[in-house]
């Protein structure tokens, strides 16, 4: 057996392990319903102020990225694209969402949000921490019989 890096395996190498490792977890968790999931603020005319993308899987909303335009921070954006996500990964069925940022970007912002740390990787990157953040979304009431 030869054990090799390579910076680029090649598309039918890398789809050959994902196709492996999504049968395997199959087995064990069931399939993860994975969807993409993208909020976007657009202004007037239509420009880009500020985007979400995360993605649905396994019940649970991952939140990848988060931006909103300088020109606009501290107005409430930011907010609503992650109340969008959040409504949006309910009506898909998951019961909470998570992300991960680093402690000079938003863990505050997310705290603020009602997202909770549960996580915390010191030097990463250098000087700096990654915290990983998680919100459990309430189950809805169900109306008295």
């Known amino acids: 057996m030869q054990f090799n890096i390579e910076d680029s395996p090649g598309t039918e190498v890398r789809a050959m392990i994902d196709r492996g490792l999504d049968a395997f977890n199959d087995t064990k968790a069931g399939p993860p319903n994975a969807r993409d999931l993208w909020v976007m603020a657009r202004g007037t005319g239509g420009s880009v102020q500020g985007g979400l993308k995360g993605r649905t899987y396994y019940g649970w909303l ?75 979304f309430k189950a809805p009431e169900t109306p008295a019989a």
């Open 62 to 136: 991952f939140i990848d990225w988060l931006w909103v335009s300088p020109a606009c921070r501290g107005t409430g954006i930011g907010a609503g694209l992650v109340a969008a996500a959040e409504k949006e990964a309910l009506r898909r069925g998951c019961i909470g969402a998570y992300v991960d940022t680093f402690n000079f970007q938003a863990p505050e912002f997310y705290v603020r949000q009602g997202y909770e740390e549960f996580g915390r990787l010191g030097d990463f990157p250098p000087g700096h921490a990654c915290v990983w953040l998680k919100k459990r």
